[in-house]
Each structure stands twice: as C-alpha cells, then as structure tokens.
C-alpha cells in the first residue's frame, strides 16, 4: 500500500510540472491531463488507514491450531475478505494451487498454513450456511470450480453500469447505435420507437434531425471488455443481413425502369417529372430506396445535380437525400462523386435545393470517412452561408451538417476561417431565432480547437456563456460550461471576465443539479477560479509585503547634519515706518 501511495505521489508531481506552453498538444487532451491530475491529487489525499482489526483476525487464526475459535473473528473476516460463497472460497483454493505450483511442489510452511486457514474458513461458511453445496475433496473443487464459480455469479450478478444499458429496456445493450442526438440506444428498442411514429430523441425530448442510426463500436467494445472481466457471456449482436434485399413486386421494378429510361431522356420535361417521380418513391419505403439503387439510378441522378433546369435539380438532390436514409445507400452515393455535385447545388440551387443539399450532406457525413471527403470538397463555406441566411429549415439542417462535418479535427479550422464563429454568435443572441441549442452545441466542438478558441474569445461571448449557464436549458448550460472551460484555460482575463459577470452562483447550481457532463465542467472551473484567487490573494499579499518594507526604507531616521540641528531663527519683524 506504502508502494502504491508513492507511485501515486510521483505521478501527481510529474503531471503537476507539465509546461502546456512548451507543448503543441490540443485542449482536449490538457483537459484530460487535468482530469487526471485531480483524481491524482485526491488519491493523494484520501490514504486508507490499515485495517488493524482485519490484521489481527488473521493473525489469530493464523497462529492457532485448536479449533476452538471465536465465531465473531470468523464472521468479520468472511464479510472483508468476502469469502461468503462457495465460488469465492474455491477462486482462493485455486490460487493456492497455483502457488504450490509455482514454488516447484515444495509449499513451505507459510503456504501451508495459508491453507489450513482458508479450510478453517471454509469450514465456518459450511457450518454456518449447511445448505450451501461444499465439495467432498478437493480434487472435486478443482474439478467443478468452473461450474460453481458460474453458479454463484448467477446467484450474484454484477451491476451493469449505467452507460452500458439501454435508456428505454434498461437492459445491457446488445447493439448500441447513436441516434442524431448524440444518445446511444439498443438498435432494436431505437428501431421500434421510431416505427411507432416518433420524430424525438426518448431521452433528450429534442427533434430528431434525422433517423439515420450510428453504430457505436466504442461503446460495443466496452461491454464486451467489461462482460468478460465480470465472468458474463459477451451479448451477441442479432443477425442483421449484410446487404438489405428489396420486396418490391416485378411490376414496381418496372416502373423504377421505366422511370430511369426517362432520366436518360433529352427531353428535360422528361427528366423533370422522372426525377420528381423517384424522389416521392424514395420517400415513401425502404423496400423502394433499395429497389432504386438497385435499378441503377445513383449514378444518373448524381448526372443532373449540375443540370441548369433548377426544378430538375432540386429533385435529383431530395432524390439523393431519401436514398441516403438505406446504410447500404451512403457508400454507393460517395462511390459515383455525388459530393462535389451535391456542394454546387448547396452554392448555386434554389433554397429549397440548398437546405436538402445540406440535409444530404449530414447523412452522408454520418459515415466517419465521409467526413473528411466532404469537408475537402469545399462544402464547410457554403454550409455557413446557408447557416447566416437560409430559412429556419434551412440553418437546421445547415447546423446539424456542420456540426458532424466539425466531429473531424480537420474541418474545425475550415469552419473557423469560413465565418462559422460570428454567425453563431448572432445566433445566440437572435431574439426568438430557436438556433440557441445548435449554435452553442457547435461552439463547444470548436472551442477545442486552436483556432476556435481564439475566434470565440475574440467574440466576446463570455457574457453570453454565463447568462446560459444561469438560466438555459441544461443541455446548453452544460455547452456553455464547456465552450467557457476552454476558453479560460491559459487566459485568466476571461476567468476574472466570467467572475464579475456573477458565474460563480451558477456554476455551483451546475454542478449539483446540471447533467453529469455539466457538473464536471461546472466543476473545473470552479477549481480553476479558486486557483486564481487564490494565485491573485497570493500575488496580493506579496505586493503588500513589498510596500511595507519600501515604506520603512524611506520613514527610517538618518543622521541629520549641524546646519540641520539648529532651531530655525524667527523672521524678523517688519515696522510699517520702516517701508
């Protein structure tokens, strides 16, 4: 334990003595680095005394061999060392034998009597719970081990934590995936709720922008690291077919082909009216969005993305959106270069075409390498421009592509330097504008970036941050927290800014009743602002110092010179008669 508490002490000292200024590393991992600090420093300071009962229970029963032992000394010991079941006590016999193993067959004394005790032990827990199933010899221990320590985990099951179980069943998620909220839900319990007709996020209560489903692999791989270590069958994924088969009838995929042959035509009214056609057909099922892809229209559609009949091109960019709801879809559309047309239509196209360009451009984004692809595509301008000036619909579906797009490092700056910042801003501030969530939900992505940072400080936004954290909705005071978390780290001014303007309240209100993200933004800024008072208290008292003794040097007395010691000689008179 002494060991341990070292290892510990030397960690925090090192992790203390980092210089961030000297390191290009982003905020991201200096949070970290801070959280891990914290947790560095409360170890420190929270040293578990040696349990001095536990040591001589063990001792006393190490060092007799009568059997007449206190029940009590037993009793304790079962409930610390918690050896109350039979899967426990053979886990202990099972290390023993390893023991005796590795030490060549020889046990010696002390293992010896190691093993006495844990039999003294075994034979207490029997005694007292006779209707546990205790093995006759010890080859049967060794031989049914597994099977018991399974029985009993069974009796005892582990907590699940709470991030690993599904918001709607509660049970273990098998297949988690993350809706366009950020919620992770089991697919099937998601996949039902959005049959039955809901458009909203089961946890947040918020719009769902779209139903597309996100597998989430981290969050799988958790669960499946976590069952293992508990002793728990890892849940198996339900089989899902690799490629979704479509049931439309023959005479529906005649009409799809019917209707492609039309796109093919020279005839624009043609074109017009088939590619209005397919979009109300991709609209409309899943079984049509693959029958469609399957018929071959990807590629022809992409075709009349830079067509100069704007109807036409409205419904080749809706029809591309509706397909990109199918998973199988996305990757066919990136494949045929639909990006680069997609982005002319989000710059040149009528504002209808505009906002579902951008709507695509998040579904496609959805998919990780695809966001890279479109943020080189040039789209991340366009996407701000539609965020400044579109319709309502328009800077929803503007924000909920720039936001994905922004989960990539490498677009961060790209949305920076296009003016991102400002427009948020006015967002923000917009009386009755509804952007409020988006705009701080997309500030506290780029806030971790360099270049975000800088621009967000220059936009004076800690007054409206800490207005937020006071009185908004605990999804955007926990954003708020964070956008002013980054902001304050390395620039006190910003600190002292957000004290004047009364955050300190508010942050404490945070951190008790805010989300758990929130209380522990609320959190690091709390100690980052104590640690500035008290750095400034500090800072204060030693100017202070400083000016008393300067005080001194100058009052202190100085020999005077002989001159100096005569008594001043009174003015003389003066007789009126004398002027």
Same mark, same amino acid.
């Given at each position: 334990?002494?060991?341990?508490?070292?290892?510990?002490?030397?960690?925090?000292?090192?992790?203390?003595?980092?210089?961030?200024?000297?390191?290009?590393?982003?905020?991201?991992?200096?949070?970290?680095?801070?959280?891990?600090?914290?947790?560095?420093?409360?170890?420190?300071?929270?040293?578990?005394?040696?349990?001095?009962?536990?040591?001589?229970?063990?001792?006393?029963?190490?060092?007799?061999?009568?059997?007449?032992?206190?029940?009590?000394?037993?009793?304790?010991?079962?409930?610390?060392?918690?050896?109350?079941?039979?899967?426990?006590?053979?886990?202990?016999?099972?290390?023993?034998?390893?023991?005796?193993?590795?030490?060549?067959?020889?046990?010696?004394?002390?293992?010896?009597?190691?093993?006495?005790?844990?039999?003294?032990?075994?034979?207490?827990?029997?005694?007292?719970?006779?209707?546990?199933?205790?093995?006759?010899?010890?080859?049967?221990?060794?031989?049914?081990?597994?099977?018991?320590?399974?029985?009993?985990?069974?009796?005892?099951?582990?907590?699940?934590?709470?991030?690993?179980?599904?918001?709607?069943?509660?049970?273990?998620?098998?297949?988690?995936?993350?809706?366009?909220?950020?919620?992770?839900?089991?697919?099937?319990?998601?996949?039902?709720?959005?049959?039955?007709?809901?458009?909203?996020?089961?946890?947040?209560?918020?719009?769902?922008?779209?139903?597309?489903?996100?597998?989430?692999?981290?969050?799988?791989?958790?669960?499946?690291?976590?069952?293992?270590?508990?002793?728990?069958?890892?849940?198996?994924?339900?089989?899902?077919?690799?490629?979704?088969?479509?049931?439309?009838?023959?005479?529906?995929?005649?009409?799809?082909?019917?209707?492609?042959?039309?796109?093919?035509?020279?005839?624009?009214?043609?074109?017009?009216?088939?590619?209005?056609?397919?979009?109300?057909?991709?609209?409309?099922?899943?079984?049509?969005?693959?029958?469609?892809?399957?018929?071959?229209?990807?590629?022809?559609?992409?075709?009349?993305?830079?067509?100069?009949?704007?109807?036409?091109?409205?419904?080749?960019?809706?029809?591309?959106?509706?397909?990109?709801?199918?998973?199988?879809?996305?990757?066919?559309?990136?494949?045929?270069? %639909? /990006? =680069?047309?997609?982005?002319? $239509?989000?710059?040149?196209?009528?504002?209808?075409? #505009? *906002? @579902? &360009? !951008?709507?695509? +451009?998040?579904?496609?984004?959805?998919?990780?390498?695809?966001?890279?692809?479109?943020?080189?595509?040039?789209?991340?301008?366009?996407?701000?421009?539609?965020?400044?000036?579109?319709?309502?619909?328009?800077?929803?579906?503007?924000?909920?592509?720039?936001?994905?797009?922004?989960?990539?490092?490498?677009?961060?700056?790209?949305?920076?330097?296009?003016?991102?910042?400002?427009?948020?801003?006015?967002?923000?501030?917009?009386?009755?504008?509804?952007?409020?969530?988006?705009?701080?939900?997309?500030?506290?992505?780029?806030?971790?970036?360099?270049?975000?940072?800088?621009?967000?400080?220059?936009?004076? %936004? /800690? =007054?409206?941050?800490?207005? $937020?954290?006071?009185?908004?909705?605990?999804?955007? #005071? *926990? @954003? &708020? !927290?964070?956008? +002013?978390?980054?902001?304050?780290?390395?620039?006190?001014?910003?600190?002292?800014?957000?004290?004047?303007?009364?955050?300190?309240?508010?942050?404490?209100?945070?951190?008790?009743?805010?989300?758990?993200?929130?209380?522990?933004?609320?959190?690091?800024?709390?100690?980052?602002?104590?640690?500035?008072?008290?750095?400034?208290?500090?800072?204060?008292?030693?100017?202070?110092?400083?000016?008393?003794?300067?005080?001194?040097?100058?009052?202190?007395?100085?020999?005077?010179?002989?001159?100096?010691?005569?008594?001043?000689?009174?003015?003389?008179?003066?007789?009126?008669?004398?002027?």
């Amino acid at each position: 334990m002494n060991k341990f508490h070292e290892v510990t002490a030397r960690l925090e000292q090192t992790l203390s003595g980092i210089s961030y200024e000297e390191l290009d590393i982003s905020d991201e991992v200096k949070e970290q680095v801070e959280l891990v600090l914290a947790q560095f420093r409360r170890a420190k300071g929270r040293v578990d005394l040696p349990d001095v009962e536990l040591y001589e229970d063990l001792s006393y029963l190490y060092n007799r061999n009568d059997a007449a032992t206190n029940p009590a000394v037993f009793r304790r010991l079962v409930e610390k060392l918690q050896l109350a079941g039979i899967g426990e006590l053979t886990q202990e016999s099972l290390a023993l034998h390893e023991m005796v193993s590795s030490s060549g067959g020889d046990p010696g004394a002390s293992i010896e009597k190691m093993s006495m005790l844990l039999k003294k032990i075994k034979d207490f827990v029997q005694t007292e719970n006779p209707n546990m199933d205790a093995p006759a010899t010890e080859k049967s221990v060794v031989a049914t081990s597994s099977r018991q320590a399974s029985t009993d985990k069974n009796r005892k099951a582990p907590v699940i934590p709470d991030d690993f179980r599904c918001p709607i069943s509660l049970e273990l998620m098998k297949d988690p995936v993350i809706v366009s909220t950020g919620q992770t839900y089991e697919r099937s319990c998601i996949e039902k709720w959005l049959e039955q007709g809901h458009g909203t996020c089961p946890k947040t209560q918020q719009t769902l922008s779209s139903t597309s489903l996100t597998p989430n692999y981290v969050l799988r791989s958790l669960i499946a690291q976590w069952c293992e270590a508990n002793g728990i069958e890892v849940p198996k994924r339900p089989n899902r077919p690799n490629k979704t088969a479509s049931a439309c009838s023959p005479a529906e995929r005649t009409k799809i082909e019917n209707l492609l042959h039309k796109l093919t035509s020279a005839n624009p009214e043609d074109q017009r009216s088939a590619a209005g056609e397919i979009r109300l057909l991709a609209k409309r099922n899943a079984d049509n969005r693959v029958a469609i892809a399957e018929a071959g229209a990807i590629p022809l559609l992409v075709g009349l993305l830079s067509t100069p009949d704007s109807r036409t091109q409205e419904h080749a960019v809706t029809a591309l959106l509706n397909l990109s709801i199918c998973e199988d879809n996305k990757g066919s559309i990136i494949s045929c270069g %639909a /990006v =680069p047309g997609i982005v002319h $239509v989000l710059k040149h196209g009528g504002m209808e075409a #505009r *906002e @579902n &360009a !951008a709507a695509t +451009l998040f579904s496609l984004s959805v998919v990780d390498e695809n966001k890279v692809r479109i943020g080189a595509s040039g789209a991340i301008p366009p996407l701000v421009t539609l965020l400044s000036e579109g319709t309502q619909r328009g800077k929803k579906d503007a924000a909920t592509a720039l936001f994905n797009l922004c989960i990539y490092q490498g677009n961060k700056g790209k949305a920076v330097r296009a003016g991102v910042v400002s427009t948020l801003m006015e967002l923000l501030t917009e009386t009755g504008g509804g952007m409020v969530d988006e705009a701080l939900a997309i500030l506290a992505i780029l806030a971790s970036h360099p270049e975000g940072k800088a621009a967000i400080g220059a936009a004076e %936004a /800690v =007054p409206v941050l800490v207005e $937020v954290i006071g009185t908004g909705s605990p999804r955007n #005071r *926990e @954003n &708020a !927290a964070a956008v +002013l978390v980054h902001l304050c780290s390395g620039d006190p001014q910003h600190l002292v800014d957000a004290q004047e303007l009364g955050v300190m309240g508010s942050l404490l209100d945070l951190a008790q009743n805010g989300t758990d993200r929130g209380k522990r933004k609320a959190a690091q800024l709390l100690e980052r602002m104590n640690r500035f008072i008290e750095q400034q208290a500090q800072a204060e008292a030693e100017d202070e110092t400083e000016t008393e003794v300067e005080v001194e040097a100058v009052i202190e007395p100085r020999p005077l010179a002989q001159s100096e010691t005569q008594q001043p000689q009174p003015l003389p008179t003066v007789n009126a008669n004398d002027s």
